[in-house]
């Protein structure tokens, strides 16, 4: 992601947004990919869903996200995004 951080910025409208940990069993973030170019668009500092609420109300133009089936993020899309798609995988 710093090797290709200079490109612009363009607002996605698909993303795929999933927790990942940056040490193992210790600590975890949130990514935020945007699934058009497939690229890692945002790396959030935890997995609390306030924090992902937070991020996604500042992108109105989402119209699909991906998730898994956990609860948390699912939350935060419905509250950020009401008119927002949501897909959950198995």
Do not use: H
Request: glycine share 8%; net charge positive.
């Amino acid at each position: 992601m710093r090797r290709y951080g200079g490109s612009r910025f363009i607002p996605p409208t698909v993303i795929g947004i999933d927790d990942w940990a940056w040490r193992r069993n210790q600590c975890y973030g949130t990514i935020i990919c945007d699934l058009e170019p497939r690229k890692t668009i945002a790396l959030l500092p935890d997995r609390e869903s306030a924090t992902a609420q937070a991020w996604l109300s500042d992108q109105p133009q989402i119209a699909v996200v991906a998730r898994d089936r956990g609860g948390g993020y699912a939350v935060a899309a419905a509250k950020a995004l009401p008119q927002a798609t949501q897909v959950a995988d198995r």
